[in-house]
């Protein structure tokens, strides 16, 4: 008897335990109050139903059937919520019982050794986990160190402008030179070195290639998550992809960190670096390795993603590019024909066009899913412990109760209100809120709001082979940030 015949032999039997846990949630179920939602399948639940953009397919299926819903994925129990009311809910009444973290099988913090040195997926918000998030505020993300931090990010601005002035009249993939400028700013305030050339990017592949991966598997369909019992198999091989990315990505570093290790972190001719700070307060070689590689992914993923969806807009909406040019044009900037930081707060068009992209494009569509870390009531219907919670911003950014001809790219709608991303205001929920709210959001603020100002003053922008704008493919790709499906090429010219 050949392989293939045994595994269908074998095959009823892996199906066995999954099959055996959902009869008993569903049993465990008859009797709880949960939201409504789609009946689910045998086995896969409603997994059919979700396809491969599940914040547009959770979107829809909230229409159907109202703002809190509930399905299975798998034999697990999953609750969505996509309005301002059901946000508030979760992210601020229940924040504390709703604040625990589902994490996927591929990810390094599933391991209990590993998960108290992240700061996004760590199980629940310990002691630990409070300690690591005040390390990073006073270290790196704090509003006085960010403030200090601003002659880093004007620098790589402008590395990137002069990177793209000896590409005139050349296809340009703008996320792959976006992400060299961003990704070199965070290993300045890492490690202080750069980690990437441009020239790398242009021969394809290398470091931006590898986060995007990790990206993706992260949120990959893993049976490991869809049927618990059955994570420890690795069946799709992915924890095992997941293993040799983080591993590659982990490498540009490690030798700084064993030299650093060997001098007893002391330079007088350095500034204090957050490896510094990781060495000062006794983190092991492993602790180190994987903060910053979530540190990294987060912060260059997501920023790069949002300017490229900047572009792309502005591109199709040449009214509103004209409008920031003629705002930054109008300014006497304090820099010789360079932005510096102190310039964006005399930008309030430009500032109005990056909360539009978030609104329309967020960066986590579905945040980081929550769980429930106790039983608890939630617009009158009953959360399991264990369930876990999504809350669906990209849903909400779309919703035409709250916005009007909400798919269309207006930036002037937050020239007239006073709505911001900082968490208070839930029907523009970008970065999150409560205290799983994303912890990086006032520099990537800057980080995005200076990128794009520099490309749009410096440069004139077009699309290849005369494309028309309205040609453009605007896809999205479903991932924890969310990219556009077909990268973003253009060219440029140098304005005078």
């Known amino acids: 008897m050949d392989s293939t015949a045994n595994s269908f032999i074998f095959l009823p039997l892996f199906l066995l335990p999954p099959l055996f846990w959902l009869i ?3 049993i465990k179920s008859r009797n709880q109050s949960l939201p409504p939602g789609p009946k689910p399948w045998p086995i896969v639940g409603n997994l059919p139903q979700i396809g491969s953009k599940p914040h547009v397919a959770l979107a829809q299926l909230a229409q159907d059937y109202g703002p809190l819903i509930s399905l299975r994925l798998g034999s697990q129990l999953v609750v969505v919520g996509s309005t301002p009311a059901a946000a508030t809910e979760i992210l601020k009444t229940h924040d504390r019982i709703l604040s625990g973290r589902h994490v996927p099988h591929v990810s390094y913090a599933k391991s209990p050794l590993m998960n108290y040195v992240s700061v996004g997926w760590t199980y629940e918000c310990t002691d630990q986990w409070r300690f690591l998030r005040t390390l990073c505020k006073s270290e790196i993300l704090g509003a006085k160190v960010i403030e200090n931090q601003s002659h880093l990010r004007e620098q790589k601005a402008n590395e990137l402008v002069q990177f793209l002035v000896s590409k005139e009249g050349q296809r340009i993939k ?3 030179v976006v992400f060299v400028s961003v990704f070199n700013f965070l290993g300045q305030i890492f490690f202080s070195k750069d980690f990437i050339s441009y020239d790398e990017v ?12 990790v990206m993706e598997l992260w949120t990959a369909p893993n049976i490991s998550d869809l ?3 059955l994570g420890g198999l690795d069946l799709q091989r992915l924890s095992k992809k997941a293993s040799v990315c983080h591993n590659k990505i982990c490498s540009a570093w ?3 960190i064993r030299e650093r290790r060997g001098k007893k972190y002391q330079d007088s001719t350095r500034q204090k670096d957050f490896l510094d700070v990781l060495l000062q307060n006794d983190f092991s070689d492993d602790q180190i390795n994987y903060l910053h590689l979530e540190l990294f992914a987060a912060g260059s993923d997501t920023s790069t993603s949002t300017v490229e969806w900047a572009m792309a807009e502005l591109l199709r909406n040449p009214k509103f590019l004209d409008m920031i040019r003629q705002e930054l044009d109008q300014i006497e900037f304090s820099g010789e024909n360079v932005i510096k930081e102190s310039d964006l707060t005399r930008l309030p068009y430009l500032q109005a ?3 539009e992209i978030l609104r329309l494009h967020p960066p986590a569509p579905l945040l980081l899913p929550r769980r429930a870390t106790e039983t608890c009531q939630v617009m009158n219907y009953t959360i399991p412990m264990g369930t876990q919670v999504l809350v669906n911003v990209w849903a909400i950014g779309r919703d035409p109760n709250i916005w009007e001809d909400p798919s269309s790219f207006n930036p002037e709608r937050f020239l007239s209100c006073n709505l911001d991303f900082k968490g208070n205001d839930f ?3 970008p970065f999150g809120a409560g ?3 994303c912890p990086g959001l006032p520099m990537a603020a800057r980080q995005v709001c200076l990128t794009l100002a520099s490309l749009i003053y410096h440069f004139e922008w077009s699309l290849p082979d005369n494309m028309l704008p309205q040609h453009m493919d605007m896809s999205e790709k479903f991932g924890i940030t969310l990219q556009k499906e077909q990268p973003l090429v253009i060219m440029l010219s140098r304005r005078k």
């Open 353 to 355: 066009c990056v909360k």
């Open 427 to 429: 029907e523009f929920l």
């Open 24 to 26: 008993l949630n569903y």
């Open 435 to 437: 205290r799983r709210m």
């Open 227 to 229: 049927y618990p019992v």
């Open 254 to 256: 490690q030798e700084i």
């Open 174 to 176: 703008i996320a792959e």
């Open 202 to 213: 242009e021969n394809g592949g290398g470091m931006s290639e590898l986060i995007r991966e």
